[in-house]
């Protein structure tokens, strides 16, 4: 059969009858693809150890972009509320590219989840058709002739070795995507420590090549709307809470809180609304 | 007939199924060399759920060879190009 499965059919065939080849008598023909076997089985048990411990990595690294976002979402917030239009900028600029980092490492480790559970399902299926083999290795051994056993033998292997050669393909793939994800990580990694999510305070007076590179890979307009977003949360009595940008959101709960009174007000009876409002409030 | 997905496992189809798989497998083969990964994409899922609606799933304790053998669900139309190029999907 011509196309796509007469190419594949002649491949894994190749690959298994080199497999086979090895081995001269039925009987060391079963032990071989025996020992093989098992030794795929350690190697799937590994791959699945890689993938865990790629995934564990991606999740710490999120852990540490999410904790920058805030970061750089408060340092923007109290650069702004000191007039410092141009630090915000910088910082939503570096939030941008957190946040994006941070989108792709999601889905990462959601590929890598799925990964996982193909690598797993694949060795417990891996795991029945050993045991199946054992038994009927040590059944064809005891009951056929050297004639018969011949036959029996390279027909039970050949199928074991498709099923491993299948199952080796199912892990190399897997192992490919994982060595690309360990990539991503050192990347991202590299990227944490060159400091493109640092603290902005750590920034010197110049711009270095990392700005640059912010500037770039930044969607400006989306760094506009939100500098006016923050902008207009902030109000226009922002300047005075500039004496204490340790905490943040300081400057957003000087204008909120008149608002939050009128909430608060509803639940009391509407018979004298007003007079029990205000004093709840004096003190 | 016994056809394998690889990475998925084995199915067996009736003899009255060849000439349909033939015929979609070589719609696959064609896609993958004239045309866009989505139309690969389209033509390969068609092959690849024909087996799958078509054929029995092998039992687990069976351990006979193939007759046929599909490239993985995941093949990308590079993948796909590559095998008949020559590198295929298994090296060495």
């Known amino acids: 059969m011509p196309g796509l499965s007469g190419r594949m059919s002649t491949i894994v065939k190749s690959k298994i009858s080199k497999l086979l080849d090895r081995a001269e008598d039925p009987g060391e023909t079963l032990e071989y693809s025996y020992q093989k076997q098992i030794e795929l089985l350690q190697n799937v048990k590994k791959g699945i150890a890689d ?10 690294q999120e852990e540490n972009i999410k904790q920058q976002v805030v ?11 000191a007039g410092q239009e141009d630090l915000a900028r910088t ?58 056993a011949q036959v029996r033998i390279s027909e039970a292997a050949t199928g074991v070795g498709e099923e491993m050669a299948d199952v080796g393909l199912a892990m ?12 991503r990580a050192d990347a991202v990694g590299e990227l944490e420590a060159s400091g493109a999510f640092e603290d902005l305070t750590a920034l010197g007076p110049g711009e270095d090549d990392i700005d640059r590179q912010l500037k770039q890979l930044s969607s400006t307009t989306e760094v506009d709307a939100e500098l006016e977003k923050m902008k207009a949360e902030l109000g226009g009595g922002a300047p005075a809470a500039a004496g204490e ?17 009128g909430v608060k007000s509803p639940p009391i009876p509407p ?13 | 007939m016994i056809v394998r997905i690889s990475t998925e496992g084995q199915y067996e189809l009736g003899p009255e199924d060849t000439d349909k798989l033939n015929e979609l497998d070589n719609k696959a083969v064609s896609a993958c060399n004239a045309d866009t990964e989505e139309q690969f ?16 799933p092998v039992p687990e304790d069976e351990l006979g060879p193939s007759d046929v053998i599909l490239p993985p669900p995941d093949t990308s139309i590079e993948e796909a190009r590559a095998e008949f190029t020559g590198e295929g999907l298994i090296p060495g």
Request: net charge neutral.
């Open chain 1, 51 to 60: 993938v865990v411990t790629s995934k564990k990595r991606l999740q710490l």
């Open chain 1, 172 to 183: 190399q793939r897997a192992v490919d995507k994982t060595e690309n994800m360990k990539a």
């Open chain 1, 245 to 261: 940008l340790g905490a943040g959101d300081a400057a957003a709960p000087a204008e909120e809180v008149h608002g939050e009174d």
């Open chain 1, 71 to 81: 970061k750089l979402d408060t340092q923007a917030r109290q650069a702004l509320a």
């Open chain 1, 91 to 148: 910082a939503l600029e570096r939030k941008n590219v957190a946040q994006t980092e941070l989108q792709s490492l999601d889905g990462q480790v959601a590929q890598l989840e799925q990964q996982q559970e193909q690598m797993t399902a694949s060795e417990q299926k891996l795991r029945s058709k050993i045991e199946q083999f054992r038994s009927k290795k040590e059944v064809i051994k005891a009951q056929y002739s050297a004639a018969e």
């Open chain 2, 41 to 56: 994409r389209a033509a390969f899922s068609e092959l690849l759920d024909f087996v799958r609606h078509r054929g029995h």
């Open chain 1, 271 to 283: 018979a004298e609304p007003a007079q029990k409002a205000h004093e709840g409030e004096a003190h």
